[in-house]
């Protein structure tokens, strides 16, 4: 999978893929994440990229033109399968939109800082918008590092045990069981005894039943549907 990321503050993209399962993916080739200053294809003299909004009031908004340049440029070296829009008033991002981008080929993903971008690029050129829950970040960077994160580790190939994100929290609408390892007595605290039975069969109906407690304890709303 290929993600083109367009941003006006390229350092808060430095570090987050270059760790750990992100790292990996990357490093086999499974994922390419190229991250594209907006400020060096903007036509405007100082490198400017934001303007006051018409109308009047606090905030800059990113304008049009540096954008389509720099989204019609992209476009001319690959079809893109989603433009998709960082932002607040977006639909909530969840496992099950994860799960569907994570099997597309080319992702472009727009972040906006201060006001937003020109409503116009919404309008034109974004087929999608992303929210990562109700509050406001400074920028859409940390939620589209949260999404490409979330994206990456469901590409085919990129973890080591093929089964291991089936059984994540809310792959089945259900949150993970409690996990534990070594020692199986840490302070007198004991490792529940069916984990030690070796009866697979055993552990895994104890495993589904605790992950139905804790899915009816903690998150009623995931039992009734409701996601
Ligand atoms: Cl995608 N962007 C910003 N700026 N704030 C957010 C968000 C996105 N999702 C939740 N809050």
């Known amino acids: 999978m290929r993600v083109d990321i367009i941003t006006v503050v390229p350092g808060l993209l430095d570090s987050p893929f ?8 990357q490093a086999n ?12 294809h903007t036509p405007y003299k100082q490198a400017q990229v934001d303007d006051y909004q018409f109308g009047g009031g606090a905030g800059m908004v ?12 992209l476009q001319e070296e690959r079809k893109y399968d989603e433009v998709i829009y960082m932002t607040p008033d977006g639909p909530t991002f969840n496992q099950k939109t994860a ?12 972040c906006g800082h201060y006001k937003g971008i020109d409503d116009r690029i919404r309008q034109h050129f974004v087929t999608m918008e992303i929210s990562i829950g109700d509050y406001v970040l400074s920028g859409g ?6 999404v490409v994160d979330a994206i990456g580790r469901l590409i085919p190939g990129v973890l080591n045990d093929e089964t291991s994100a089936l059984s994540d929290s809310f792959q089945d609408n259900l949150l993970a069981p409690p996990v534990y390892t070594r020692p199986a007595d ?10 030690l039975s070796g009866d697979h069969r055993k552990v895994e109906e104890w495993r589904h039943e605790e992950s139905m407690k ?10 009734e549907g409701n996601n």
């Open 186 to 195: 840490f302070r007198g605290w004991k490792v529940p005894e069916i984990l």
């Open 99 to 110: 799960n569907r981008l994570s099997l597309l080929g080319n992702l472009m993903i727009i």
């Open 29 to 40: 080739g499974l994922l390419d994440v190229q991250v594209h200053n907006l400020r060096d």
């Open 18 to 25: 270059s760790h750990s399962i992100m790292k990996r993916a």
């Open 62 to 73: 990113l304008m049009p033109e540096p954008l389509a340049i720099l989204i019609e440029k």
């Open 141 to 146: 960077e940390l939620a589209a590092a949260v």
């Open 214 to 223: 804790r899915t009816a304890e903690r998150r009623p709303d995931l039992l």
